[in-house]
């Protein structure tokens, strides 16, 4: 019996030594997991990286203050409408703390004023990659460092066009996207959102969508 149990034994080692090493190695820890995807290229989705028109638009050799941009940046003053919400984009300026000037769709086309006028400037000399200047002179922000339903605010409190002031510009059949240049997240207007917060702009979308659609009107 004694025997037996022995032969058991060793079997059992000989056959942990013929099992090769991999089918028990745990991955390392900087691999990606075998599931994880490319990112998306909105191309196929059937989107198109666009220049937006800014011959018309003002050449200023310093951005308006309280932001100071050194060489010369083109710009074009915008209203800036989203589809979905069905309303203009405003910066409110009345807001205090970490909302103040946060950028939402809510302002009907005949109560436009100045909180709707947005600088859009090309950024590094193209007109398809941007910036935007709020009225309150201050550069558009995606508030990445925020948590929970606020992070990726849009809000004008940036002085400098670093990677969460930079976007890139999409469109399809005449609608437009932006999409953050570092991060990928879409400009999204937040129906569902409520109360002061209700169609705030977040720079965290996953996919351009009825939620990112849309359109930039000429101030005149």
């Not at 090493?21 to 196929?44: I, R, V, Y």
């Not at 937006?52 to 308006?64: C, I, V």
Request: aromatic residues 10%.
């Amino acid at each position: 019996m004694r025997r037996a149990r022995g032969l058991l034994s060793a079997v059992v080692v000989l056959l942990a030594l013929l099992v090769p090493a991999s089918a028990h190695a745990a991955p390392s820890p900087g691999a990606s997991p075998a599931a994880a995807a490319a990112e998306d290229d909105p191309a196929t989705k059937g989107l198109t990286r666009t220049s937006l028109d800014l011959g018309g638009g003002e050449a200023q050799a310093n951005a308006l203050g309280p932001v100071g941009i050194p060489g010369a940046s083109i710009c074009q003053r915008f209203y800036i409408y989203s589809y979905r919400a069905a309303r203009y984009v405003s910066e409110e300026q009345g807001y205090t703390g970490s909302s103040h000037n946060m950028l939402r769709a809510r302002s009907t086309a005949g109560a436009l004023g100045t909180w709707e006028h947005f600088r859009l400037c090309a950024y590094n000399g193209r007109t398809d990659t941007i910036y935007i200047q709020a009225s309150s002179g201050y550069l558009v922000t995606a508030e990445y460092g925020y948590s929970g339903n606020l992070r990726g605010m849009m809000r004008g409190r940036g002085e400098w066009p670093g990677v969460w002031e930079v976007f890139e510009v999409w469109s399809d059949a005449g609608v437009y996207y932006l999409r953050n240049q570092s991060t990928k997240g879409w400009v999204s207007v937040r129906v569902d959102m409520t109360g002061s917060s209700a169609n705030m702009l977040r720079a965290n979308g996953a996919s351009a969508g009825p939620w990112e659609m849309l359109a930039f009107t000429s101030v005149a």
